[in-house]
């Protein structure tokens, strides 16, 4: 009798660990090793809002599966401009074969002459008009300013904000996203302002 309850006992842990593994498995294509998309991805999963099946779109490339470990592990939380999580329905809609379960959809820096610290200048009306396009969703954060014809990048961003003459623009526009990749490739990716000044 007493064999028999053991038996039983092992029966039954073995039946736990099979499921482990095949929960495991199931989940397998999140163990990447980023801890803030993983953990804000699974609580949009857990919301019910995107599924385990959700697509990638990495600077507007949709990832294959085989990709996804090694692009995401390698994104760096610092990095990532936005991450929008697109529900199941929205998602179908935008790609009805391969998006029903949704979509996460992550921007971030390519560009190292891009980023946050090159973007300090004393010219308080250009970043004032550049933040009032971020708030209308025309841009992202950082984006790429290009001063009559010429895209700056590193130091430059700096350096001709400070000096520029505020009394001297003729207009502030920005391209869309399409548009801009077209022109500048890959250091669009936040969006592009575009700046004439009476000196073109």
Known sequence: MFILILFSI???SCKKDSDNKNSDNENSKHSYSNDY???????????GVIGNKHLFIINENILYETEIYNII?????????????IDKNEASEKYPSTAK??????????DTLLKPKYYVTQN????????N??????VVRY????????????????QY?????????????????????????ERAINGVVIINTMFD
């Open 10 to 12: 092992v029966n039954i």
């Open 37 to 47: 998309i993983r953990d804000t991805i699974s609580i949009e999963i857990n919301k």
């Open 73 to 85: 592990s390698k994104i760096k939380k610092d990095d990532i401009i936005s991450l929008t999580i």
């Open 101 to 110: 379960d949704g979509i996460v959809k992550i921007n971030y820096y390519i």
């Open 124 to 131: 308080i009306e250009i970043m004032n008009a550049i933040n």
């Open 133 to 138: 396009l971020i708030s209308q969703r025309k």
């Open 143 to 158: 984006p790429l300013i290009v001063i009559d014809g010429k895209p700056l990048r590193g130091t430059e961003i700096k």
């Open 161 to 185: 904000l400070d000096i520029l003459n505020n009394n001297s623009i003729k207009s502030i526009l920005t391209m869309t996203l399409k548009s801009g990749l077209q022109l500048y490739g």
